[in-house]
């Protein structure tokens, strides 16, 4: 009896195993190519946008990138040029659907057809919800929200008329979980992921295929460039240092390689660090138990005060502590990565 049982859990993990790993060749026999394919990237400048087209260049795609400042697009183009990657930069606002319609119409005629789209570009609001106002809401839905659904929409007849395409829409791990001091960004990631999620559903029929990414806190040097509210120095100084730190961030290489890994498997999904991938298990297990740790963490955050409903840049609001060297590697990434 024991030899029979031991013969079966022998063929059953034999089994398994043939099942992994032919899952495992036929995802790297069926991967996209990225090499040759026109690939535009919204806020493609700097941080992760600008970390994602380093990688991408390496695969050989062509590169379009789009961002609001010149001068940083043009750092970024020569870097990657001078590299030996072919790239095209549009100045473009994709709160702007005008802007947004107008540089699709002349990089698809001038430049390539738009094989891949990653909506990445973004931004960040940090503060008591009680010392946000509308304005905070606004910005953030027109960026993260509006400007996925411009470029989308300006891209999809070119895709289905060629017979497919690829999109990433990067959210981020505040669009699977309310975040206290995060709360106008959270809902508007919450709404791309919503986006996301009803395109790919629509598109697949097309062989366009739509990858929604909630990533972790990553280590792009991005903070200095979020707007804080409040107690602005103390908030400040915790989310870099949140930002920097080993165990509740990733790099912004990582976290690139692991969502265009996941783009070029036609993933549905992907969600990038340890602590963002634990926190969605616990609020897909009970969502009232992920609220009270939350409301928890809330209770140590700085309270309201300050500047109030006040605006300040993370530049704006550094401190001895928010430059010392718990915030070592965000500082690095910073001149790494255009910021």
Same mark, same amino acid.
């Given at each position: 009896?024991?030899?029979?049982?031991?013969?079966?859990?022998?063929?059953?993990?034999?089994?398994?195993?043939?099942?992994?790993?032919?899952?495992?060749?036929?995802?790297?026999?069926?991967?996209?190519?990225?090499?040759?394919?026109?690939?535009?990237?919204?806020? &493609?400048?700097?941080? +992760?946008?600008?970390?994602? $087209?380093?990688?991408? /260049?390496?695969? =050989?795609?062509?590169?379009? #990138?789009? *961002?609001?400042?010149?001068?940083?697009?043009?750092?970024?183009?020569?870097?990657?040029?001078?590299?030996?990657?072919?790239?095209?930069?549009?100045?473009?606002?994709?709160?702007?659907?005008?802007?947004?319609?107008?540089?699709?119409?002349?990089?698809?005629?001038?430049?390539?057809?738009?094989?891949?789209?990653?909506?990445?570009?973004?931004?960040?609001?940090?503060?008591?919800?009680?010392?946000?106002?509308?304005?905070?809401?606004?910005?953030?839905?027109?960026?993260?929200?509006?400007?996925?659904?411009?470029?989308?929409?300006?891209?999809?007849?070119?895709?289905?008329?060629?017979?497919?395409?690829?999109?990433?829409?990067?959210?981020?791990?505040?669009?699977?979980? &309310?975040?206290?001091? +995060?709360?106008?960004?959270? $809902?508007?990631?919450? /709404?791309?992921? =919503?986006?996301?999620?009803? #395109?790919? *559903?629509?598109?697949?029929?097309?062989?366009?295929?739509?990858?929604?990414?909630?990533?972790?806190?990553?280590?792009?040097?991005?903070?200095?460039?979020?707007?804080?509210?409040?107690?602005?120095?103390?908030?400040?100084?915790?989310?870099?240092?949140?930002?920097?730190?080993?165990?509740?961030?990733?790099?912004?290489?990582?976290?690139?390689?692991?969502?265009?890994?996941?783009?070029?498997?036609?993933?549905?999904?992907?969600?990038?660090?340890?602590?963002?991938?634990?926190?969605?298990?616990?609020?897909?297990?009970?969502?009232?138990?992920?609220?009270?740790?939350?409301?928890?963490?809330?209770?140590?955050?700085?309270?309201?005060?300050?500047?109030?409903?006040?605006?300040?840049?993370?530049?704006?609001?550094?401190?001895?502590?928010?430059?010392?060297?718990?915030? =070592?590697?965000?500082?690095?990434?910073?001149?790494?990565?255009?910021?």
């Amino acid at each position: 009896m024991k030899t029979d049982n031991r013969n079966t859990l022998f063929w059953l993990a034999a089994g398994a195993g043939a099942l992994i790993a032919a899952r495992a060749i036929s995802r790297k026999l069926t991967a996209y190519d990225f090499n040759g394919k026109t690939v535009l990237i919204t806020g &493609g400048s700097r941080g +992760l946008g600008l970390v994602m $087209a380093r990688q991408l /260049a390496k695969e =050989g795609a062509r590169l379009v #990138l789009c *961002a609001r400042d010149e001068n940083e697009l043009e750092n970024a183009r020569m870097e990657l040029a001078g590299n030996g990657a072919e790239v095209l930069v549009q100045k473009c606002d994709v709160t702007d659907q005008q802007q947004v319609n107008d540089m699709i119409t002349n990089v698809q005629n001038e430049f390539s057809p738009i094989d891949v789209l990653i909506n990445n570009a973004g931004m960040i609001n940090a503060g008591p919800v009680a010392e946000m106002t509308v304005q905070e809401f606004e910005e953030v839905m027109k960026v993260h929200f509006w400007g996925a659904v411009y470029t989308t929409l300006a891209v999809l007849p070119a895709m289905k008329a060629r017979g497919g395409g690829r999109i990433l829409n990067v959210s981020s791990i505040g669009g699977k979980i &309310g975040v206290p001091h +995060l709360v106008p960004y959270s $809902a508007s990631k919450f /709404a791309l992921v =919503g986006l996301s999620e009803g #395109l790919r *559903a629509e598109l697949s029929k097309y062989d366009i295929f739509v990858t929604t990414a909630t990533p972790g806190l990553m280590q792009t040097g991005s903070p200095k460039h979020a707007i804080i509210k409040g107690q602005h120095k103390k908030e400040y100084s915790l989310f870099k240092i949140m930002d920097s730190n080993p165990f509740t961030s990733t790099t912004a290489e990582d976290s690139a390689s692991t969502m265009l890994n996941a783009l070029r498997h036609g993933d549905a999904q992907v969600t990038t660090t340890f602590l963002a991938n634990l926190g969605v298990l616990l609020h897909r297990l009970s969502p009232a138990l992920m609220t009270d740790v939350l409301a928890l963490v809330n209770a140590v955050l700085p309270g309201e005060g300050g500047i109030g409903k006040g605006r300040a840049t993370g530049a704006e609001s550094e401190t001895p502590l928010s430059e010392s060297g718990l915030t =070592g590697r965000t500082q690095k990434a910073a001149i790494k990565n255009n910021e």
